[in-house]
């Protein structure tokens, strides 16, 4: 495709060489005609190339040296820095593709400062609200009766979903997480996950909510269908956790499943009676840390998110090629899960 160019470096050099040669024969030309020593004629081609030659040099390396200055910059940390693209030879070629990729760079950059500044911050809430309570029972402030140490149980649990959560994120971010796709029935993979939830709410300490009630649907009772069993329980048991910590006392939540358009496909909702995702949020509320603005059962305060659950089950849906969102719903809140079955699965 280079060759074809007429802006191409390989152009220009031939270019520089023709010329070169026409300037050299032009003036053998003239010194014949004019009977000048060709002693002279000689430095005169000399110095015409020369000078051609360097013109053509600096036009071909001052751009080379601009991405060089770029990349020591972006080396420093400094990504902001851009080189002058709108060459139509090879290197304007490379000048957009090195700006696409500092661009990139820059973007990877922040997205890294914001994710240790957000988990610095979260870390860091759990740990000084811990050490309150610690140095106020060591100070005799407080008694270490159950109610403190239960306030203490409460971050020490907050802080080991954390770190749980983020161990999670950075083996997908790694991609180490190989998807293990196969067909399972389920409406008794379902009631496991239901069963495994409503033990965990059970063991859930000072966030129990036994009160809550779960409730399964599956349509047709014998549905088939083709995930990563593993990752799709992170998503079911996220949907669950989130639904009854924002129902109401003795609220329901309502786990349906049925089948998509596609064989083996599948369309998941969990359903609750809570107040629900205002419509500004939808998307939102996928993002890491973004905790929203709904205040859960105990109070924004008490909930002890992390606001990484649905980050987590947004990626295991995507590396199935499916979609998760926020759905109208009259009362309470509805997430949607569709699995696109064998067919669109990412390898
Ligand atoms: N069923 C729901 N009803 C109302 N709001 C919800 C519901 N599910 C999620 N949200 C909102 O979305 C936010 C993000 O949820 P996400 O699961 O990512 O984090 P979290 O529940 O705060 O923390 P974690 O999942 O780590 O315990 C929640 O903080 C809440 O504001
Ligand atoms: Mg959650």
Redesign the pocket.
């Known amino acids: 495709m280079a060759a074809t160019r007429p802006f191409s470096i390989k152009t220009k050099l031939n270019t520089l060489v023709v010329v070169s040669v026409l300037i050299t024969t032009g003036l053998v030309i003239v010194a014949f005609r004019t009977e000048t020593q060709l002693r002279i004629i000689t430095v005169f081609s000399i110095i015409a190339s020369m000078l051609l030659t360097q013109l053509i040099a600096h036009s071909l390396t001052a751009p080379l040296r601009e991405m060089t200055a770029a990349s020591r910059a972006m080396a420093n940390g400094d990504y902001s820095r851009r080189v002058r693209a709108g060459r139509r030879d090879e290197l304007g070629d490379l000048a957009v593709a090195f700006n696409r990729m500092a661009a990139d760079l820059e973007a990877v950059d922040r997205h890294r400062k914001e994710l240790v500044a957000n988990v610095s911050h979260e870390l860091r809430t759990p740990i000084a609200a811990l050490r309150a309570v610690l140095e106020n029972v060591v100070d005799g402030v407080c008694e270490p009766d159950s109610e403190t140490l239960r306030t203490a149980l409460g971050q020490t649990e907050r802080l080991g ?1 954390l770190v749980e ?1 983020l161990l999670d994120l950075s083996r997908l971010d790694n991609g180490v997480v190989p998807l293990n796709a196969r067909p399972f029935e389920v409406w008794p993979y379902l009631s496991a996950v239901l069963r495994t939830a409503q033990m965990d709410a059970m063991a859930a300490g000072s966030r129990s909510r036994t009160d809550v009630h779960l409730h399964l649907a599956v349509s047709p009772s014998g549905l088939t269908a083709c995930a990563d069993t593993e990752r799709l329980h992170q998503v079911v048991s ?1 949907l669950i ?3 009854v ?2 129902s109401p006392p003795g609220g329901r939540v309502t786990v349906s499943a049925r089948p998509g358009a596609a064989p083996l496909s599948l369309e998941l909702e969990v359903l ?1 009676e ?4 205002p419509k500004a949020e939808h998307d939102r ?1 996928f993002d890491r840390f ?5 205040p859960s059962q105990k109070g924004k305060s008490g ?9 987590i089950a947004r990626w295991a849906v995507d590396l199935h090629g499916g979609r998760i969102r926020v759905v109208e719903s009259p009362r309470g ?1 509805r ?1 949607r899960v569709s699995l696109p079955g064998r067919g669109r699965l990412r390898s």
Request: contains cysteine.
């Open positions: 979903r959560h996220n956790d989130n639904a910590k924002h609750d809570g107040p629900g995702i509320i973004n905790r929203g603005s709904a909930d002890g998110g992390t606001g990484l659950g649905l980050a809140c997430i």
